[in-house]
Structure formats: C-alpha cells, structure tokens
C-alpha cells in the first residue's frame, strides 16, 4: 500500500509546473511584449504622434496576444481578447501613475 502511494504522489508532483519555467517564460514574454509599442515610438520622431501611435500599437498587440492565447486555449476568442486588452491597460495606467508619483516620467517633451 505504501508503495502505490508513494507512486501516486509523485505522479502528482509530476504534474505541477515548474515555478523556474513559468518565471523564465513571464519574464521572457514580458520582454517581448514591452518591445513591440518601444519599437514602433523608436521610428517616430514627432512627438504628439508617438503619444497616438503608442497606445494604438500597444492595443494591437494585446488584441493579438489575446487571440492566440484564446486559440490556443481553446477558450472564448472575445472574453479572452478583452481580458488582455482590459489588464494590460490597467497594468500600463498603474505603471504611468507610478512613474508619475515618483517623477521619473519618460514622456518629457525636449525641443
């Protein structure tokens, strides 16, 4: 009895994810999620149109990533998209805020 047991927690412990992996792959998708809005304001030299440019290729991508995960989930295109598209908004508005509060805004104007 102690055997099959000991055979069933491990299969148990098997099936868990591997906190390593998922840091590695947040991180890593983090990154290049962030690259996408960063590259698209590095071509843009005017600065009124970068600040409409940003958030419009910013949704894109969220729109994007949002719809591959639902496809590949197998889950609600729409609700997914929106989820994405909704908490990345927020995650950027959090991160505006604070950058604001600690007045190390990158969004100064130079002429």
Do not use: W
């Not at 069933?8 to 792959?25: D, G, T």
């Not at 729409?78 to 995650?91: E, K, N, Q, T, Y």
Request: aromatic share 8%; net charge positive.
């Amino acid at each position: 009895m102690t055997d099959r047991n000991d055979e069933e927690k491990l299969m148990e412990k098997m099936k868990l994810p591997n906190p390593y992996q998922a840091a590695f792959a947040s991180a890593l998708s983090f990154s290049i999620g962030a690259l996408i809005p960063l590259l698209s304001a590095a071509f843009i030299t005017d600065y009124k149109i970068r600040l409409m440019v940003i958030p419009i290729v910013a949704t894109l991508a969220l729109t994007t990533f949002g719809l591959v995960g639902a496809v590949l989930g197998k889950s609600p295109i729409l609700r997914s998209c929106l989820r994405i598209v909704c908490g990345g908004f927020v995650a950027m508005g959090v991160t505006f805020g604070l950058t604001k509060l600690l007045s190390s805004c990158g969004l100064q104007h130079y002429e």
